[in-house]
């Protein structure tokens, strides 16, 4: 039996007064074949394991971060939307993000910003209700427009797995922002176009700079990496997903920001690790990179 679907995390301060909890929004479970695409069994299945059906048990995290003032939500699970075959084939228990702020004593009202890492079933499954109004009424959802341009393109990848009518219907109700490659919401939290996954993915960059040394204190700076990491079971940097859609692009700016998280101290969070989130990451003697001990 799975743990609690709904739980929060304690509260951990950044630079520049930014504030992030862990917002557990339930369950689902991929496919591991899928998870971990060309990684042999033997490499990961030391990290963990599947169920009968070939499946991980994997979290639907979110973060709520308060900072200058606003609140800004990073993912919107696989919300309500979803019917029943689908949800037994994909494992998801929970997955409404509205249900799982209020479980924890937190008002969906209260959202200035949600952020959407990309738009895959369980990260944008969240973003409007069974009658398509946006569950976040207050909110700006902020979405890379690469990703937007993308779920209205011709690409054969991408077709019906993006979550385009939630899209228009936030939209229509002018509540989307589309955001262009790194653009601050507020003081101390960035969105940063990652692409990779897919072609607009983001990752969030949380806490400020302190000149010198690496970054001033490690608690200083965090990064929610959306699925360019998914679980830090994917730290090795060329562990690509058969869902990744650009492995190559995923595989560079990985290496490219895993290097800067292990040396500078990042905390990192992970969409869909199972485990304590954040964590930090350390290089090992091969030149490789691995959750820190």
Same mark, same amino acid.
């Given at each position: ?14 630079? *520049? $007064? ?5 917002? &557990? !929004?339930?369950?689902?479970? +991929?496919?591991?074949?899928? %998870?971990?695409? =060309? ?54 228990? *929970? $997955? ?5 702020? &209020? !479980?924890?004593?937190?008002? +969906?009202?209260?959202?200035? %910003?949600?952020? =959407? ?177």
């Amino acid at each position: 039996m799975s743990p609690p679907l709904h739980e929060i995390g304690e509260a951990r301060s950044f630079a *520049g $007064g930014v504030s992030v909890r862990v917002v &557990r !929004a339930g369950w689902f479970r +991929p496919d591991a074949g899928g %998870f971990f695409g =060309v990684v042999p069994k033997p490499l990961w299945s030391r990290f963990t394991e599947t169920d009968e059906r070939g499946r991980l048990l994997c979290r639907l995290n979110l973060l709520l971060i308060e900072a200058g003032g606003k609140r800004i939500l990073v993912e919107t699970g696989t919300g309500v939307r979803m019917n029943d075959k689908d949800r037994d084939i994909k494992g998801v228990e *929970g $997955g409404d993000p509205t249900e799982a702020l &209020r !479980a924890v004593g937190e008002d +969906p009202a209260s959202i200035d %910003f949600v952020v =959407v890492t990309h738009l895959h079933y369980d990260h944008a499954g969240g973003m409007v209700d069974t009658d398509g109004r946006p569950l976040f009424p207050n909110a700006r959802y902020v979405v890379q427009r690469d990703d937007a341009e993308a779920a209205h393109g011709d690409e054969l990848r991408v077709q019906g797995i993006m979550e385009v009518e939630q899209l228009d219907a936030v939209r229509a109700a002018g509540q989307l922002a589309e955001v262009n490659g790194e653009v601050e919401l507020v003081s101390g939290v960035r969105v940063l176009r990652t692409g990779g996954h897919t072609r607009g993915s983001q990752a969030v960059l949380i806490g400020l700079d302190r000149p010198g040394g690496r970054s001033g204190d490690p608690t200083d700076r965090g990064i929610f990496w959306g699925d360019l990491i998914p679980t830090r079971w994917q730290i090795p940097v060329r562990w690509t997903s058969a869902y990744d859609d650009y492995p190559i692009d995923a595989i560079e700016v990985r290496n490219e920001l895993v290097a800067r998280a292990a040396s500078e101290g990042w905390w990192c969070y992970f969409t869909h690790d199972p485990g304590a989130v954040p964590i930090r990451i350390e290089a090992t003697e091969r030149g490789g990179y691995r959750a820190a001990e």
